[in-house]
């Protein structure tokens, strides 16, 4: 059971908006930010959006993020079939001493 | 560029000691701007945070709560890299186990690539 609450697929057809939610707590993302991951099959997650809404350098500005309270959101815009992995988020919990936490991923389809 | 190369063995019996080792490169186990953890991620058990080690004037260690009383996260500043050592493991320990930074941000930047961990006879 994870901490962060994401649902655990989503789909789209290329070119379309796809939207992925992330609902924690005030001890996670009421009171820190959030991050975001790619991860593909085989592969470590990839840092795709740090601090609530930032891309680091060299993700296409297709992904957004963002938050409000303590739920968050990554939209992917014009959707690509290279898109297709799982999406993660996570953020610091500020309750038992401290600890990163993370959603439970979403598998995003492009049909 | 950072880079973490991660080595250790895949297979661990039950009841014994998991360790790992994550090698650093382009930057410093001692900086004092980075955190250098240790995350695993299985089916049953998702994305679970270990611990971390990182120097501000002096070393300082955190662990999850959930395997505070088996874990040890050591550096080595003479070989600029820093392990894991997981103590008597479980099936349920079985994963695939990374070393990841957080920088100066204080978000996870840098993943090595995994290390699949199986507890078994």
């Known amino acids: 059971q994870s901490v962060l609450t994401q649902p655990p697929s989503a789909s789209g057809t290329p070119g379309q908006r796809v939207t992925i939610s992330c609902s924690g707590s005030?001890?996670?993302?009421?009171?820190?930010?959030v991050n975001w991951f790619q991860q593909l099959p085989g592969t470590a997650p990839k840092l795709l959006i740090y601090s609530n809404n930032q891309r680091p350098s060299g993700v296409p500005d297709r992904f957004s993020g963002s938050k409000s309270g303590t739920s968050a959101s990554l939209a992917i815009s014009g959707l690509q079939s290279e898109d297709e992995a799982d999406y993660y988020c996570a953020a610091w919990d500020d309750s038992l001493n401290g600890h990163w936490v993370f959603g439970g991923g979403t598998k995003l389809t492009v049909l | 560029q950072v880079q973490l190369q991660q080595s250790g063995p895949g297979l661990v019996k039950p009841s014994q000691t998991l360790s790992l080792t994550c090698a650093i490169s382009?930057?410093?186990?001692?900086?004092?701007?980075?955190?250098w953890n240790w995350i695993r991620q299985s089916p049953s058990r998702g994305l679970e945070w270990l611990g971390r080690t990182y120097y501000r004037s002096k070393w300082y260690n955190h662990y999850a709560i959930s395997v505070k009383s088996r874990i040890t996260i050591n550096p080595d500043t003479s070989k600029n890299q820093f392990s894991l050592q997981l103590n008597s493991v479980t099936p349920e320990d079985t994963a695939v186990y990374y070393c990841v930074r957080t920088g100066r941000g204080g978000y996870p930047d840098y993943w090595g690539r995994g290390t699949l961990v199986t507890v078994s006879s």
């Open positions: 005030s001890s996670n993302i009421g009171s820190n930010s």
């Open positions: 382009g930057d410093s186990v001692s900086s004092n701007s980075a955190a």
